[in-house]
């Protein structure tokens, strides 16, 4: 007999082998405790149900567990060689590095990590899980500095646009991981503290039958604001940081920077959309000169 309590089933196993004489139980009853569900009559070969039980494998893993743990897998860098590479080409860590060596080993519990990107209408699902892993965002909990600090004060959320995936763009899911992890953070008036590289507002998640970056229905901005005074909101940025990423790393109590990072609200693809040229985020001051010398209006409002 299965019975259900709080959600969860429990399996109610005969305790000797025998013949089913009687059901009292219906489908659906409620039943308390020391309530009669079956009438069995023992056969005498009591010992049947437990060689059935030893013949079980505990150890096996079961074919949907090892769906979750590949599903899994395929989110680490070691299944993404090719990403690590470009990384450490741009002499960058990846995402995940960061989120490693931020938390304390083990205590860092990951929300939302099988998301992929809304864009099932147009590319297959193994593309997606290979290639849009978490929805290139890494969100979750954990402990910082634990050793200083108590358990409620040491815990802090942790975010990482990772740049490796669709250029660290906010997609739909991206973003529904954000409203939800930042209310966490609002809720436990914990700190935050987000790695913000990554190119704004993603057009091409069509799934929901409108452009995520338009839809303005996420509450990560407005949440994010409201968590101004209650902790530190720490942002870290390495490489390019533009649109909606880079509010949020400039809407921070502390804002951290690398040399070589590149932050403003129009990055090089929305100034080359807008008509004056292409440009290259790697030249922003001197460019941003020329432009405000040229007086070109466009240009500038871009």
């Known amino acids: 007999m299965i019975l259900e309590a709080m959600k969860m089933e429990h399996v109610v196993a005969a305790e000797a082998s025998g013949v089913l004489r009687q059901v009292v139980a219906q489908l659906g009853d409620t039943v308390f405790e020391g309530d009669a569900v079956a009438f069995l009559e023992p056969t005498g070969d009591g010992d049947a149900a437990q060689a059935a039980e030893q013949a079980i494998d505990l150890d096996a ?143 091409g998640d069509v799934d929901g039958g409108q452009l995520s970056a338009s839809s303005l229905d996420t509450t990560s901005f407005t949440t994010f604001a409201r968590l101004s005074g209650l902790a530190p909101r720490i942002s870290i940025n390495s490489g390019r940081c533009f649109a909606g990423n880079a509010i949020f790393f400039g809407c921070a109590d502390i804002t951290i920077a690398t040399r070589y990072s590149n932050i403003g609200l129009g990055g090089p693809a929305m100034i080359e959309g807008g008509g004056p040229g292409r440009l290259h985020a790697g030249r922003d001051r001197a460019v941003g000169r020329a432009l405000r010398q040229r007086g070109d209006r466009r240009a500038g409002a871009g």
Not at 82 to 90: E, K, L, M, N, Q
Not at 130 to 157: K, Q, S, Y
Not at 179 to 190: M, N, P, S, T
Request: proline share 4%; net charge neutral.
């Open 61 to 203: 893993i079961r074919p949907d567990l090892a769906e979750v743990i590949e599903r899994h897998r395929l989110t680490l860098d070691a299944a993404r060689p090719d990403a690590v590479a470009r990384r450490r080409r741009t002499g960058q860590r990846t995402a995940r590095e960061n989120v490693d060596d931020l938390f304390d080993p083990g205590s860092f519990s990951e929300y939302g990590a099988m998301a992929v990107a809304a864009q099932r209408r147009r590319r297959t699902l193994d593309d997606l899980r290979a290639n849009t892993p978490a929805d290139g965002i890494i969100t979750g909990v954990g402990a910082v500095n634990g050793h200083l600090f108590d358990e409620e004060r040491a815990r802090c959320v942790g975010l990482a646009y990772d740049f490796t995936v669709l250029a660290g763009t906010q997609g739909h899911f991206n973003h529904k991981k954000t409203d939800r992890i930042l209310e966490f953070a609002e809720h436990w008036k914990a700190p935050v503290i987000w790695y913000t590289e990554g190119g704004g507002g993603r057009p």
